[in-house]
């Protein structure tokens, strides 16, 4: 995909590479337990492509039994591959493996790719596969890890084949090659471009950096790494599959000097498809390149120069295809460009040339051409097209150019002669040009680069060059562009295999081992011969381009005579193909490729004008004159040039085959001259999904890459190798003694070594260094060597057991010898207890050592007085304190009391100031009153000169739109004038028609009225064809296989006409079958997508029923094991049965229908007995019949019973032996159950724990996705207001212009008008309800963008349709010419009726001129109607502006709002930061789940795939019953025998079932069923007595019917044959079923157990994660509560500050003034000094309030203190709040003291200003400046205080912001917790469904197993009666004989 970096990128280290590069330690781990038998373990193939691993059974000579999981397969040996050993897992290096085959090959590559590692080594291939992902493998770390290392010593990577690359040519000073190969989509180009920056890396000189000298290099670099996008833009295009595909081959030659370092480079291209240029598929889009030209932005004035629009669907050429990829940025792709055009170092005009010819390509696609009327050649219809051609090709007569087309000049001899030619003609010379041009452009733009990219002042030594090319290609289409391509990976592929064997092939020569050489090249010598010899493919080819008169079919049949037949590789076409008209099929190395040669001669010779070309050779561009440098012309003197060159050889190529041919010796030589290294792409799955590797994709290209090729080559010599003194390290356990005996002779030791192995003799070769082993010789070693360690293990293991065993033997001798030891003391005991000393010692043992407790006591007490005293000395000192106290608070009342009586009254001064304050206060109020009047007033005069700029620049705004209208309306008029003049024109001509082109113009007329709805037809027939061509697929893939089944069919019918009716009948029977099935299918389907759509409505009810639903799964539970254990009891039965049947064949025939009726009579019980006695009353009749001829069989009966007696015996014998065996098998058969029932249980915890944490993240993504979509739309609101109004006013431009194409569109511009008024209604709503949200505006707003959108759209597609009709007009004036040249021909001999038909026509065109004329009245009305729409447009587009200036005000109110959104925009990011957390948990999450996901999918899948099977099953046993029952009816109508033995069948069925049942429930019955034999044979003897007389009897009578008998029962045994092997195959598809359902347990286990531990981190982390929920909540809470606290608390300290500041600033003025007093009445009275010892005792009063004050401003903070550490501890928030309480009020009361102090104080002042006012004038002044600074201080307090009330506010809003942010985090969580719920009730019914889906399965596999068992006793039955029918006829055959003698 086309990705550019631009430079300055983040500087972030890059990620770690090694989980992408290699194999961890828990993968190795887990794949060293992977179940292996080195014997047993094979792969076989899965029918699909691909293989499955499966065990051996049993090998059969040619055919082994394996077994795939539990199901039992049988393969042919050759199919049979091993399986390489578990250390062998995700192996680097494919071709040392030690099974080297091709199903270990994609196994290895399979397990590699799902692991991430998407590099593999195959010898010399380095295996590729696109992993659809971006990994971090490309990184400057990963170059470093690379740069310098051995291919050995790291990870298998593109940059380590580079790097040896790169070392090989520094080291052999030899030039080096490395091959990309592979299809479409697999990555070569992404590759290629890695390789270049690599080794511009590798070759970068770290000097470089400083100097001119190192910016050339620098500058070097950056141009090879440049001409990839250039070569991108003009040389790759989107296809199927890949959006980015590079369609064309290139050589990339990079060049170093001696020292290693980048010298330059150089480009060599292949095959370029220039067909794309004018010719796109559906799904594909041409080159990018043309779309790039149509952006604006990057390049300025590119549309300008290049006489482009922006559309691409005006440029036929373009726009066939796909116009727009999803992933691709066009406007980024053309900036990258453009920088890659000044980077290389292109001229400005270089770059502009190379533009303007691109866009001459788009214009050519654009020029029409109309046939004439009655002459060959046609005219031009537009010349704008070929106008802008010729401006930008410099091209002066455009005329010219145009007549060149039409009238081409050609040479005749020795003159020149101008040809007509036809409209197809000229279309098809057109674009040739354009093919050619663009492909010449393109060589020489790839010519600039080599120009820029080599520089002739450095010396080039060696080059690494890069190949790019495409892969071998099997498509269903193969045409000419495929067998190139094929032929050139032919020729590659020889040189891989040449080059790989030869590097080989020396190595065995340098290591001694004999070896004849062989070239595995030849191998590919017979197609490369095929298409190179002289009369091969390609010259064949080149001969009939030659030739202007050879068609397709000359060439085909030139291709048989001289190919087919005489050539091996040349084949006709393969049966099977999807290409039903291929003419030959090619045998290549990697398959048969079936080839289509139409129209390969025309591509072959790709053929231009020569007129045309000689034209643009003599054009102004330089260009354009470069480009056809090497193209003749038409020159003059063009034979004298001739005759000049006869001399001379120019090779000059003709054809694309010759000069492709050309380029492909040469590129082969120059690899012949390099060491190549080869590097394979693949393609890992057609839908672009990481992780999903398709088998059968993978296989075919890697037969088609020559992978297997190479793997193939390596079988057939010794591709495993090592060194002597590894092998001796490794294999010398296996001879350790022979080994050291040898001594430093290694190869001796070797030797030794192999000898010993006979299995691998011949199979390994010993070098001088190195021992050879072929294919699969190294897992016979790896095999012994584990014998030979298992051996030792086992010895080890013995040692150590016995070393156990005697220890514990040691320990049990020490117990023995401890038990007299026991007994001894155990009778001493019994000796002292009676001993009267012995109980005194033991009685006073425990007072020994005791501790006195007196003393104990005594110490406490001592202890204890000493704590008394001193709590005695604290007491006395806390009373003292008590007392002291006391005496304080008295002195402090009576301080009081004294400051009290000598303060004076100050009320007077109090009630003067506060007369000031509240004139101050007034005169403040009626200040801000008028200050608020003043900024009113600044605010509307500002906003009225606002609206007054804004209404200025509407008005100029419209005054330029008005002056637009009018030079529209001008142009239209002038157009009107010009079309009126080309009408008169026409009605000119029309004058001069005939009546054939009268009569086309009525069916243009009809064409054009019918166009509508051929457009919608041909719409929906695409769609129809698309669907038809996919069942067309579908049904020639079923033809194929019929016609295949048709030609057995008919075979067979050769070899059975006896039985055609019978086989047609069942071919009828069939076919009704599958047409019923069919129909039941697609009723099926219906119903399923009726039941999908009510299973939304019925799982209320399901709920309702899932009671009674587990009930009845209970029962069928039961019965599914009682079926289960009857099954089970069958295939013993059946085991017996066929051991009994060996022993049953040594023998008589007599013996064995003896031995079954015993078998028989043994499994039977009461219920045969009735059912006996029914037939003993049956055989009763024919007694009388046979004891005739009882005399006769005596004495055969006689020995018939000593036989009979022996059978009895054995059979009871082996009766018991299978009595045993059942008892064995039940045992076995209970366990099994067991652990059924058990993984049952597993499987339905992990589907439902699964289901349910799916649920849960497909929830939490989606909300998620909700989140970031809100924030996102929150973000982009704005900026979509903004580009939708511009867009706006850009379509409104827009529909002015296109007002003159709207002359025949009154209806949609009326339609557009009435949509236009609705919107401009909705605006006015909008805009007169201010009141509501952005958001309705903005939803308002965005549908009247998407319904202009649509107007402008239906503008477009009516523009389109115009211009379509116009090719249809032009088309259909070609046919009239046609007609009219015809006309002219057949008329020559009509002219006397065409003149009698002239006066018709002429009255007809007067009748047309009136038409005309009515026509222009109707255009004159039309221009009234389309002044009037004018003017009603200048209406609507004044309602537009008025609709503009009020969405003016609604950004106004935006912008507030955006200051809001700002807000929420903080609130948002720390709920990101959390939102991240949780991302990246669920991200985790996630990708387990989405493994869980995948696995749960495939079980589903498997699940669905069993159903099928399950239905197909029963429908073919329905079959098979119906075919047994038309077989029972055959044998009843022959004889009625066969019915009386059906309805006892009837009756021995229901016996068998209630046997069954009386065996399960009592076993006592065993011995009855004995007793009861006995009678039973004694019976059967009778019978058979009876019978044998009745069929004697009855044997002349039916001698004839037995005849037909014979002849049906043949029939019958074929059938049962047939059956048989139907039955084979149910039950061969059965066991499938069992391994699918085996493995999808064992998957489901794996899942299950995956799951239980995801699950479990989950559930830990929800319980995590519900308890920090809980704490953070909590802690919000107590946050929130202590915050409430906090915010009040802090008001009241405030409030108290001010209060105090306020009494500090009237303390600080009241002491100014006293001290102003006392200087000024020092000299006065008694008073002054009684005022003056006041005002001491008032300082001393005032420093105590200090004190006070500081108190408190101390226990202010510690409130504070306390309130921080609250917001730490929230527990203890409480208690601390409660004191802060406390100690508020305790504030208020003091404060209140105060305040009563303050008001003592104020009117002692007050006392005091009386008294100094009797001082005099001067104080007055004095304390008036006093007042007026204590205002002062007012105001900047009452400042200080609005600073404070803002602050309050801004805590508030964040307390506010806060309690919002909490709770919508709690009805997040709250949401979450519903959709949780919602997911587990979800879950829940998912599980219930699953169950029933599961027991739905069981029932059908019971039923089907039924089924099964029913069939096989029915079978069992007819071989019995099979039996007694032979055996009768055995006696009747007796009996005539005995008669006849």
């Known amino acids: 995909m086309p990705g550019h970096v631009k430079s300055g990128g983040s500087k972030e280290p890059d990620p770690d590479p090694s989980p992408f590069l290699f194999v961890s330690f828990e993968m190795k781990k887990e794949d060293s337990l992977k179940p292996y038998d080195a014997k047993k373990s094979v792969w076989v193939p899965d029918g699909e492509g691909g293989y499955d691993e499966a065990l051996i059974q049993e090998v059969k000579g040619d055919m082994i039994d394996v077994k795939v999981g539990w199901e039992p397969k049988t393969f042919k040996a050759d199919k049979v591959m091993q399986v390489n050993p578990p250390k062998m897992e995700k192996f680097d290096d494919v071709s040392n493996m030690t099974y080297l085959n091709e199903a270990a090959v994609l196994w290895n590559l399979k397990s590699r790719y799902v692991a991430k590692l998407i590099y593999t080594y195959s010898g010399l291939f380095c295996v590729v596969i696109n992993p659809y992902k971006r990994y971090p493998i490309y990184t400057n770390r990963v170059v470093k890890l690379y740069i310098g290392k051995r291919r050995n010593e790291v990870p298998p990577h593109l940059f380590a084949i580079s790097d040896g690359a790169y070392q090989q040519m520094m080291a052999n000073q030899k030039d080096q090659s490395m091959l990309i190969t592979g299809e479409s989509g697999a990555g070569k180009t992404e590759n290629t471009k890695k390789v270049i920056t690599y080794f511009a890396i590798l070759g970068a000189d770290p000097r470089a950096k400083g100097g001119e000298g190192g910016e050339k290099k620098a500058n070097l670099e950056d141009r090879i790494v440049q001409t990839n996008p250039i070569l991108e833009s003009y040389g ?1085 209604a909705e605006q006015k709503k909008i805009a007169d309800d201010e009141s509501k949200e952005r958001s309705f505006l903005l939803g308002k707003f965005r549908n009247l963008e998407h319904e202009v959108d649509t107007t402008r759209e239906q503008l477009e597609e009516e523009t389109q349709s115009k211009a379509d009709a116009l090719r249809m007009l032009s088309k259909s004036v070609a046919d009239s010419q046609m007609w009219r040249q015809k006309y002219e021909k057949d008329g020559l001999a009509k002219c006397e009726e065409l003149e009698s038909a002239k006066l018709k026509l002429q009255s007809r065109l007067a009748e047309a001129e009136a038409t005309v004329q009515n026509y222009n009245s109707k255009a004159i009305a039309l221009e009234k109607d389309k002044m009037k729409l004018q003017s009603e447009i200048e209406e609507m587009s004044g309602l537009l502006d008025d609709a503009q200036n009020k969405c003016f005000q609604m950004e106004k109110k935006a912008k507030n709002f955006d200051k809001i959104v700002a807000e929420w925009k903080n609130k948002i990011d720390a709920l990101q930061a959390e939102l991240d957390q949780t991302q990246v948990e669920c991200r985790s999450y996630s990708t387990e789940l989405f493994k869980v996901k995948t696995v749960y999918e495939e079980s589903q899948q498997q699940l669905d795939v069993v159903r099928r099977e399950n239905k197909n099953l029963s429908n073919e046993i329905k079959d098979i019953m119906d075919q047994i029952g038309e077989g029972g009816r055959n044998i009843h109508e022959i004889d009625k025998i066969r019915k009386r033995l059906e309805n006892e069948k009837l009756e021995l069925q229901a016996a068998l079932e209630e046997a069954e049942s009386a065996l399960e429930q009592e076993e006592n019955k065993v011995l009855r069923c004995q007793l009861e034999l006995s009678q039973v044979k004694q019976e059967i003897e009778r019978r058979i007595k009876e019978k044998e007389e009745e069929f004697e009897g009855l044997r002349k009578t039916h001698g004839k019917a037995l005849e037909s008998m014979q002849s049906s029962l043949e029939n019958e045994t074929r059938a049962k044959g047939e059956a048989i092997r139907q039955k084979k195959k149910l039950e061969a598809d059965i066991n499938e079923l069992d391994i699918a359902l085996e493995h999808a347990n064992g998957s489901n286990a794996e899942a299950q157990r995956s799951i239980k531990k995801y699950q479990q981190n989950i559930k830990e982390a929800q319980l995590t994660l519900e308890q920090e929920q809980i704490h953070r909540d909590k802690a919000r809470e107590q946050l929130i509560q202590a915050e409430r606290r906090f915010h009040a608390v802090q008001n009241e300290l405030e409030e108290c500050k001010t209060q105090l500041e306020n009494a500090d600033r009237q303390r600080r003025g009241a002491e100014q003034e006293l001290s102003d007093s006392i200087e000024q009445l020092s000299d006065a009275t008694l008073q002054n000094q009684a005022l003056q010892s006041s005002k001491r005792k008032l300082d001393s009063e005032m420093q105590t309030m200090h004190a006070d004050l500081e108190e408190m401003l101390t226990e202010s903070k510690m409130a504070e203190e306390r309130a921080k550490k609250a917001m730490i501890d929230a527990a203890r928030l409480a208690d601390e709040l409660r004191l802060e309480q406390e100690n508020a009020q305790h504030c208020e009361k003091q404060r209140k003291v105060l305040d009563n102090q303050v008001k003592e104080m104020q009117c002692k002042l007050d006392e005091a200003e009386q008294v100094a006012m009797k001082g005099g004038k001067k104080v007055t002044s004095r304390l008036e400046q006093k007042i007026k600074d204590l205002e002062s201080q007012l105001d900047n307090e009452q400042r200080r205080l609005v600073d404070a009330q803002k602050a309050q506010r801004r805590t508030d809003r964040r307390i506010k912001e806060l309690t919002f942010s909490q709770e919508e985090d709690t009805k997040n969580h709250e949401r979450m917790q519903e959709l949780v719920d919602k997911l587990q009730n979800k879950v829940k019914s998912y599980k219930k469904q699953i169950e029933e889906a599961e027991e739905i399965a069981a029932l059908n596999l019971a039923k089907f197993r039924k089924v099964q068992a029913d069939l096989e006793q029915a079978e069992e039955r007819a071989d019995i009666n099979e039996q007694v029918l032979a055996k009768m006829k055995a006696r009747g055959r007796a009996a005539s004989v005995g008669p006849s003698l």
């Not at 270089?350 to 050649?377: C, N, P, V, W, Y």
């Not at 939708?1284 to 949609?1308: C, F, G, Q, S, T």
Request: aromatic residues 8%.
């Open 236 to 1320: 790759n295009a989107k296809t199927i599959r890949n959006d980015n595909s590079s369609r064309f081959g290139k050589f990339i030659r990079i060049y170093f000097n001696h020292m290693g370092k980048l010298a330059g480079g150089y480009i060599d291209v292949y095959l370029l498809e220039k067909s794309r240029v004018t010719y796109q598929q559906a799904n594909e889009r041409g080159y990018h390149i043309f779309f790039q030209l149509l952006e604006t932005g990057p390049v300025e004035g590119l549309q300008e120069m290049c006489e482009l629009s922006t559309d691409p669907y005006d440029y036929f050429f373009i726009s066939q295809g796909k116009v727009k990829v999803d992933s691709i940025d066009d406007i980024e792709e053309l900036e990258f460009t453009d920088q890659a055009f000044d980077v290389i170092g292109f001229t400005p005009e270089e770059k502009k040339d190379a533009f303007k010819l691109t866009a001459t390509i788009m214009h050519m696609g654009e020029m029409t051409f109309k046939q004439k009327g009655r002459e060959e050649s046609c005219e031009m219809d537009d010349p704008t097209p070929g106008q802008k051609v010729c401006k930008l090709c410099g091209i002066e007569n455009w005329q010219l150019f145009y007549g060149n087309f039409i009238r081409p000049k050609i040479k005749v001899g020795t003159e020149w002669v101008y040809k007509g030619q036809n409209a197809d003609n000229c279309l098809s010379a057109v674009s040739a040009l354009a093919r050619s041009m663009y492909n010449r452009l393109f060589l020489w733009l790839v010519d600039l680069c080599n120009r820029t990219l080599i520089d002739p002042t450095m010396k080039k030594v060696n080059f690494i060059g890069v190949l790019d090319i495409a892969g071998f290609e099997i498509f269903e289409f193969n045409t000419f562009e495929q067998i190139c391509i094929n032929f050139c990976n032919e020729k590659l592929q020889q040189f891989f295999n040449h080059h790989m064997f030869v590097l080989e092939q020396e190595e065995y020569v340098r290591e001694g081992i004999e070896w004849e050489m062989v070239d595995f090249g030849m191998d590919l010598e017979a197609t490369i011969q095929l298409m190179e010899k002289p009369m091969g493919l390609l010259a064949i080819l080149e001969e009939e381009t030659m030739f202007p008169k050879a068609s397709d079919k000359s060439f085909e049949d030139k291709l048989k005579e001289n190919l087919l037949g005489k050539s091996p590789v040349f084949l006709k076409k393969q049966a099977g193909s999807k290409d039903k008209n291929a003419h030959f099929a090619i045998a290549h190395y990697a398959g048969i490729v079936n080839y289509n040669l139409t129209d390969w001669l025309n591509k072959n010779k790709d053929p231009l004008n020569d007129t045309v070309v000689d034209q643009m050779k003599k054009s102004d561009n330089a260009l354009v004159v470069y480009l056809f440098r090497d193209h003749p012309g038409q020159p003059e003197d063009e034979g004298k040039k001739e005759k000049g060159k006869k001399g001379k050889d120019t090779k000059t190529h003709k054809t694309v085959s010759s000069f492709f041919r050309s380029q492909l010796d040469s590129l082969l030589t120059t690899l012949n001259t390099t060491d190549p290294h080869f590097i394979r792409c693949i393609v890992p799955n057609n839908h672009k999904t990481p992780g999903l590797l398709d088998s059968a994709l993978v296989m075919h290209q890697l037969t088609c890459n020559g992978v297997l090729e190479g793997i193939r080559i390596c079988r057939r010599g010794f591709p495993n190798r090592t060194f002597y003194a590894d092998f001796r390290h490794r294999f010398i356990i296996i001879k350790p003694k022979e080994v050291y005996a040898a001594g430093e002779d290694k190869q001796k030791a070797a030797r030794i070594i192999l000898e010993s192995i006979p299995e691998a003799n011949d199979r390994w070769r010993l070098g001088h260094t190195k021992v050879f082993f072929r294919a699969g010789t190294v897992g016979i070693l790896e095999e012994v060597r584990d014998e030979c360690i298992k051996a030792i293990l086992l010895y080890i293991q013995a040692l150590c057991r016995g070393y156990l065993v005697r220890k514990q033997y040691k320990l049990e001798i020490a117990k023995r010898n401890y038990i007299p030891v026991m007994q001894r003391n155990f009778k001493k005991y019994m000796f002292f207890r009676d001993w009267t000393w012995y109980a005194l010692v033991n009685g006073t043992k425990r007072f020994i050592g005791q501790v006195n407790i007196e003393e104990e006591i005594a110490a406490l007490e001592a202890e204890a007085a000493v704590a008394c005293a001193a709590y005695d000395k604290e007491v006395v000192l806390r009373d003292e304190y008590q007392a002291g106290i006391k005496q304080m608070t008295e002195d402090k009342k009576s301080m009081m009391k004294q400051i009290e009586n000598e303060q004076g009254d100050l009320s007077s001064y109090q009630a003067q100031l506060a007369d000031a304050s509240a004139a101050r206060e007034k005169k403040e109020d009626e200040l801000t009153k008028i200050q608020n009047l003043l900024a009113d007033t600044e605010a509307k005069r500002n906003a009225a000169t606002d609206q007054k700029r804004k209404f200025e620049n509407d008005l100029q705004s419209f005054k330029k739109d008005i002056e637009d209208m009018e030079l529209a309306i001008q142009k239209a008029e002038q157009e009107k004038t010009n079309k009126d003049h080309t009408i008169r024109n026409l009605n000119d001509e029309i004058a001069h028609q005939d009546e054939l082109i009268n009569k086309l113009n009525k069916e243009k007329k009809h064409m054009q009225e019918t166009q509508a709805k051929s457009s919608e037809e041909l719409s929906s027939a695409e769609e129809k064809l698309d669907h038809l061509n996919k069942i067309k697929t579908k049904l020639e893939v079923t033809l194929d296989e019929l016609e295949d089944s048709l030609e057995r069919e008919k075979k067979a019918r050769l070899d059975m006409d006896k039985q055609r009716r019978k086989v047609e009948a069942d071919l009828k029977v069939t076919q009704e079958m599958v047409n019923d099935l069919e129909r039941d299918k697609k009723e099926m389907e219906s119903l399923i997508a009726k039941k999908e759509k009510e299973i939304a409505v019925n799982q209320g009810k399901l709920e309702e029923e899932q009671n009674s639903v587990a009930k009845l799964q209970k029962n069928i539970k039961e019965l599914q094991g009682r079926i289960e254990a009857s099954e089970e009891e069958l295939e013993a039965e059946r085991q017996a049965r066929a051991k009994a049947e060996k022993q049953r064949g040594t023998l008589a025939r007599e013996l064995d229908d003896l031995s079954e009726r015993l078998e028989e009579a043994g499994g039977a019980t009461s219920a045969q007995i009735e059912l006996n006695k029914k037939r003993e009353a049956e055989i009763g009749k024919l007694r009388r019949d046979l004891e005739e001829a009882a005399i006769q069989h005596e004495s055969t009966l006689a020995s018939l019973k000593k036989k009979h007696l022996d059978a009895v015996g054995e059979m009871s014998e082996q009766v018991d032996q299978l009595n045993k065996m059942k008892t064995k098998i039940e045992k076995e058969k209970h366990g099994k159950r067991l652990q059924i029932d058990e993984v049952k249980a597993a499987m339905d915890t992990v589907a439902n724990e699964k289901a349910s944490v799916s649920k849960q993240n497909h929830m939490l993504q989606t909300q998620l996705n909700d989140l970031t979509r809100r924030c996102e739309e929150a973000n982009l609101t704005l900026s979509d207001f903004d580009s939708a109004k511009k867009k706006i006013i850009v379509e409104n431009a827009d529909i002015l212009r296109n007002i003159e194409e709207l002359d025949n569109n009154n209806n949609v511009l009326n339609k557009v008008k009435q949509t236009l008024n609705s919107q401009l």
